[in-house]
Structures are given as C-alpha cells and as structure tokens.
C-alpha cells in the first residue's frame, strides 16, 4: 500500500489533473487506495491550478456606452504616439508633381512616376517633404503602399495648423 500511495503522490507533484491520477491509480492500485484517503490533497490541489487558470470576466458594458472611434476632423490629425499623419488622394501618373486640393477628407496630390514599383509612393514622400519644409526622414508612407488613399506620418515636430498652411500654399499657388 505504501507503493501505492507514493506513487499516488508523485504523480500529484508532476502536475497531473484530478482525473489522470484516478485513472493511473485506478489501474495500478486495482482499487486499494480509495478517493477518501487523497480527497483533501486533490482538493487543494485542483484548486489552486484551478484558480491560476482561470479567464478574466468580460466587461458587460453595452455597446452603446463604449468609446467609438475618434475620426480625424480633417486631413491632417494626431497619432495616438503624438505624431501626424495626412489623409492624401495619390494622382500617379501625372506630368509634374503639385497638391491638387485640400478637402476635410484628403489631400489630393498629383504625383509625376508612374504606380509601378513604389516609385510613385517615393516620390510622393520626396514631394511631400520639400513642400512641408522638412527632411525626407522626417515624412514616411505608414498605409497605402498599393492604394491611391494613403496615411503619410511626419514625425517632426511641427503643428496641425502648420502642415494645412503649407499645403493650402502650394494648393493655392
């Protein structure tokens, strides 16, 4: 019996659950050790894995009361990280680079390479970054490497107000 019983304690300590080690000891022991003997252990020990693996609850807030979304109040808004980004409408394709409009939406932007390549997104970013006064560094493409509706952020530090006046200048001019 105290083989048995050993045993039966060995494989609490590997970490087994409650129904393996019935199962193991139900077969070697042929029955002699009863669930009585062990009960207290399991219990302590189910209890404690138990605990460790449980789900967090969900939150029951309804879908109404949760936050939505902020949409960005123009084409140029703040990152959550605290730098721009520019909302543009890619022309590729066109005989000379200009900022074609300035919309609440997007910033048209005619681009003179053609959309094969990425050339029209590197020049895009060239473009950009001589029109806001800022190094190429400064002005990377963050979404829409394959379509005409595109995210650029500017990591300089530089205002909202700023970058719309720089691009209404060379819309306008």
């Known amino acids: 019996m105290n083989h048995y019983k050993s045993m039966f304690l060995h494989i609490l300590r590997r970490g087994f659950n409650r129904t393996q ?3 193991l000891c139900e077969r070697s022991c042929a029955g002699v050790v009863s669930s009585s003997v062990f009960g207290d252990q399991l219990r302590n020990r189910r209890s404690r894995s138990f605990s460790q ?3 967090p609850k969900k939150d029951k807030t309804s879908k109404s009361a949760q936050k939505q979304p ?14 721009l980004a520019i909302a543009i409408h890619a022309k590729p394709g066109a005989k000379q680079n200009a900022v074609t409009d300035v919309s609440s939406e997007a910033v048209g932007v005619a681009i003179a390479a053609p959309p094969t390549d990425g050339e029209a997104n590197a020049e895009l970013v060239r473009y950009l970054a001589k029109v806001l006064e800022l190094k190429k560094s400064e002005v990377m493409l963050d ?3 394959k379509s005409r509706e595109k995210i650029i952020k500017v990591t300089a530090s530089i205002s909202k107000v700023e970058v719309l006046e720089r691009l209404k200048r060379e819309a306008a001019g």
């Open 53 to 55: 693996t449980k789900m």
């Open 143 to 145: 979404k829409g490497s």
């Open 70 to 83: 902020e949409t960005p109040s123009g084409p140029v808004y703040t990152l959550k990280d605290g730098e």
């Open 21 to 23: 080690a019935f199962t």
